[in-house]
């Protein structure tokens, strides 16, 4: 009798588990990526500036991408501050980025090679982002 109990309350002993596994799910909310993405000399100035691309997670589903100057926290670099959608499959990422007159939009294909770092993948090879604060 105690063996068939056990048995049948077994697999309600894991039902507490799996929702431990949810709440670790892996989420960019908060989250702010750098990467450096290239120098730019000023063609009257002759003054060289690096350039960071930023992407600072709004929510689970927004993301705003700006391009700095000097450094990741540096003063925008142009006058561009994008809200884009994406979508996390980790390790995929996916960001929908609107065109610069926008009225439409192109996907930036990305991966995660760990919750640190990810690679946005494009036609010369890609960007790597760098996790800088949450």
């Not at 799910?25 to 000023?42: I, M, N």
């Not at 691309?53 to 450094?71: C, G, L, M, Q, S």
Request: charge should be negative; glycine fraction near 6%.
């Amino acid at each position: 009798m105690k063996k068939s109990l056990f048995i049948l309350l077994l697999p309600f002993m894991f039902l507490g588990c799996e929702d431990e596994n949810k709440d670790e799910q892996f989420r960019l909310e908060g989250k702010t990526y750098s990467a450096y993405a290239f120098d730019h000399t000023d063609p009257y100035l002759g003054n060289t500036t690096k350039v960071y691309y930023v992407y600072r997670f709004i929510d689970n589903n927004r993301t705003e991408k700006t391009a700095r100057k000097n450094e990741p926290h540096g003063a925008l670099f142009g006058n561009s501050v994008d809200t884009c959608i994406y979508t996390l499959n980790y390790p995929n990422l996916e960001i929908k980025v609107p065109s610069p007159n926008g009225t439409s939009t192109y996907t930036k294909r990305c991966e995660f090679i760990s919750e640190k770092i990810f690679r946005e993948y494009n036609t010369q090879g890609f960007y790597e982002y760098i996790f800088i604060e949450s």
